[in-house]
């Protein structure tokens, strides 16, 4: 079964807003509305898992990859 990738996201006390994918430790972006946090961390979250597959890493069966939460 494909695994879906959970980005969380808040806003901040300065009014930025943060995303992040917890199961993908470091995968954390800025950004100046919701939308675009969870853009810049969908971006992220995919060039770890390039990097990942680049290394012979372990990455998520790849399916429907992200949801926002």
């Keep these: 079964m494909a695994t879906?990738?959970?980005i969380?996201?808040?806003r901040e006390t300065d009014g930025r807003w943060i995303a992040e994918v917890p199961a993908l430790?470091?995968?954390l972006?800025?950004?100046e509305n919701r939308d675009d946090?969870?853009?810049k961390a969908e971006a992220l979250a995919l060039?770890?898992?390039a990097e990942r597959l680049e290394n012979g890493e372990s990455v998520p069966e790849?399916?429907?990859l992200f949801r926002a939460a």
Excluded: C, D, M
Aim: hydrophobic share 50%; no cysteine; charged share 15%.
């Design 25 to 27: 430790p470091g995968v």
């Design 62 to 64: 790849l399916g429907a």
């Design 29 to 31: 972006a800025y950004g």
């Design 47 to 49: 060039r770890v898992l």
């Design 37 to 39: 946090a969870i853009a």
């Design 4 to 6: 879906i990738l959970t």
């Design 8 to 10: 969380e996201s808040e």
